[in-house]
């Protein structure tokens, strides 16, 4: 991640406001799909056991709050998707950065061919 932060550095530096305005736009539409996905009634405790990321034990259901744990709290109760979408995006910021680092040339130059201000 440390040639990613000097090449997003350079590239707003070379870009300034496009190069903002693609990061952004990348962030909110992955904001987005996170919260659409979670919306659709995913069952969070199922992929985190699947993934490994928590126990059985800590998803369960059953499992007091005290042995569930603060994350598997947040990430299970109703009502979470907002959290799970705001997790899901910055655990995607190694697909955002390149995303960014690729299509802001591109922005740019659409940009100065239609000569918008």
């Not at 440390?2 to 990061?23: C, I, N, Q, T």
């Not at 736009?25 to 995913?42: D, P, V």
């Amino acid at each position: 991640m440390a040639d990613y932060s000097s090449r997003v550095r350079d590239l707003f530096k070379k870009y300034g406001k496009v190069g903002v305005g693609v990061h952004l736009t990348i962030y909110a539409a992955t904001l987005a799909g996170c919260y659409a996905a979670a919306e659709s009634k995913l069952d969070v405790g199922q992929l985190l056991i699947k993934y490994g990321l928590m126990s059985d034990k800590e998803v369960k259901d059953d499992a007091s709050p005290e042995q569930r744990g603060w994350l598997a709290n947040t990430l299970t109760h109703s009502g979470s998707s907002l959290a799970v979408a705001f997790l899901c995006t910055k655990a995607l910021l190694p697909v955002r950065v390149p995303l960014t680092l690729t299509l802001t040339p591109m922005v740019a130059r659409a940009i100065q061919r239609r000569k918008i201000p």
